[in-house]
């Protein structure tokens, strides 16, 4: 089954000339957010979908957004970009989770939960591995996609979705099925598109963060934690909270910050 899907990830096509253009500006000491918006502004879906994000309630900014250039500008370079990955990445991918027993709109929804809770807890905890984590936690639940996909071919939806209701372990839902989980689909299909290794790795040791060693194991922990609190089948029901904060404790880590985010993300959904 992992043979067959890595096959499917060798054969994805590249991402949107875009977004390529896109991370160039980015990677450019001389890059400015007047070329960011312009490269966007040549791309009508990316328009809308990064218009409708800046307007979401998520952000709470103070007033409309209109224009690529004001959304550009409030994200910042950084931030835009990995918005702008998330959007081209579930285009291309064509979102279909139905398997997991959610439609495709909640799956984003829950995409979206995982990196703005990664965002109000990082920003106390280690700014510098914000960017990197905001990114890895927009992208990290992205296997999903193949993975359902292997369900239906194999005609095995209904038993699927049956386990992955009741589980608090989705990972070990996916490997007694495909014999692979998200996390490691995942990091194969952002090798394949050439992303950041420390990102691909840090999504890859998502599922045993203890495989993994500093600096990967401090931010595969930070991935895990967010996706144990927002899992697909019962984003921040209690019980997936409170699993989340016993990590926190077991690992000796401050559980205010992590709660403070926690309320403001529950607020904002």
């Not at 608090?168 to 996390?183: H, K, L, M, P, Y």
């Not at 050439?194 to 890859?204: L, R, S, Y």
């Not at 934690?225 to 926190?248: E, G, Q, W």
Request: hydrophobic residues 45%.
């Amino acid at each position: 089954m992992l043979e067959t899907i890595v096959e499917r990830i060798k054969s994805l096509p590249p991402l949107p000339k875009s977004f390529v253009q896109i991370n160039a500006i980015c990677a450019d000491e001389n890059g400015t957010i007047d070329k960011l918006a312009k490269v966007i502004e040549a791309d009508p879906m990316l328009v809308a979908n990064l218009l409708k994000i800046a307007n979401s309630p998520l952000y709470s900014f103070t007033h409309e957004i209109k224009s690529v250039l004001q959304a550009v500008s409030l994200f910042g370079m950084s931030m835009t970009r990995s918005l702008v990955a998330d959007i081209s990445v579930k285009k291309l991918l064509k979102v279909d989770i139905e398997p997991y027993g959610i439609a495709p709109e909640e799956f984003v929804r829950v995409c979206t939960m995982q990196s703005a809770l990664i965002k109000e807890w990082y920003k106390f905890i280690d700014k510098t591995k914000l960017d990197m984590l905001f990114l890895a936690a927009l992208l990290q639940e992205t296997g999903k996609i193949l993975i359902a996909d292997e369900i239906v071919k194999n005609d095995e939806v209904t038993q699927f979705k049956s386990e992955i209701a009741s589980t608090v372990n989705i990972a070990s839902v996916e490997r007694s099925f495909v014999g692979v989980t998200t996390a490691q689909i995942t990091a194969k299909i952002f090798e394949h598109w050439g992303f950041d290794e420390t990102m691909v790795q840090a999504i890859a040791n998502a599922d045993d963060y203890n495989a993994a060693q500093d600096p990967i194991r401090s931010y595969s922990l930070a991935l895990h934690v967010i996706k144990t609190a927002i899992p697909m089948n019962a984003p921040l029901a209690d019980r997936s909270v409170n699993i989340a904060l016993h990590i926190l404790e077991k690992e000796g880590m401050e559980q205010s910050h992590f709660a403070t985010a926690i309320e403001k993300i529950i607020d904002t959904f």
